[in-house]
């Protein structure tokens, strides 16, 4: 099993820094976003930026995956320690604050969200190719799939 992971993780570290890089990307105004801005300057979203200290979008992804505790309810009438903890800080309604940032990260394209990496889902491929300042024009026509592809067509 160990060896498994290790193969993995060498096999999934190139994509590393990227998704290291989306984490550390600004939340509010974030560069990926065209037609649509997310801004500090609705109720909620200055909570989250004054309140909860969220600035980048791996701010949010960690505010949005927080262990809650047991006697966590989703309700603005919750007296958790979590949710006293937001109170303190000056939040009123930590729930309707994850709720909005849940809808925040939502609004981010695929390639900008980190969340995508965390199923390993199919698009991770495309993320290196496009996303990738090192490798220069070489890395957008080098397609490992078609490789492997081409390979067990040689074979069969
Ligand atoms: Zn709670
Ligand atoms: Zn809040």
């Given at each position: 099993m160990l060896k498994t992971a290790?193969?993995?993780?060498?096999?999934?570290?190139?994509?590393?820094?990227?998704?290291?890089l989306k984490q550390q990307l600004p939340i509010w105004h974030h560069l990926g976003l065209e037609n649509e801005q997310i801004c500090n300057n609705g109720i909620r979203e200055t909570c989250l930026w004054q309140n909860?200290?969220?600035?980048?979008?791996?701010?949010?992804v960690a505010f949005t995956t927080r262990v809650q505790p047991e006697?966590?309810?989703?309700?603005?009438?919750?007296?958790?320690?979590?949710?006293?903890?937001?109170?303190?800080a000056g939040c009123t309604k930590p729930h309707s604050c994850e709720s909005v940032a849940v809808k925040l990260l939502n609004k981010l394209p695929k390639k900008f969200d980190?969340?995508?990496?965390?199923?390993?889902?199919?698009?991770?491929?495309?993320?290196?190719?496009?996303?990738s300042d090192e490798g220069g024009e070489d890395n957008t026509t080098f397609n490992p799939c078609l490789i492997t592809c081409d390979n067990l067509t040689d074979s069969a």
């Amino acid at each position: 099993m160990l060896k498994t992971a290790e193969l993995f993780h060498v096999a999934f570290s190139p994509t590393a820094p990227d998704a290291k890089l989306k984490q550390q990307l600004p939340i509010w105004h974030h560069l990926g976003l065209e037609n649509e801005q997310i801004c500090n300057n609705g109720i909620r979203e200055t909570c989250l930026w004054q309140n909860h200290d969220i600035t980048t979008v791996g701010d949010l992804v960690a505010f949005t995956t927080r262990v809650q505790p047991e006697t966590h309810r989703p309700s603005m009438k919750c007296n958790c320690e979590t949710c006293r903890l937001d109170c303190i800080a000056g939040c009123t309604k930590p729930h309707s604050c994850e709720s909005v940032a849940v809808k925040l990260l939502n609004k981010l394209p695929k390639k900008f969200d980190p969340r995508s990496f965390e199923g390993g889902g199919p698009t991770v491929q495309n993320e290196i190719t496009n996303d990738s300042d090192e490798g220069g024009e070489d890395n957008t026509t080098f397609n490992p799939c078609l490789i492997t592809c081409d390979n067990l067509t040689d074979s069969a």
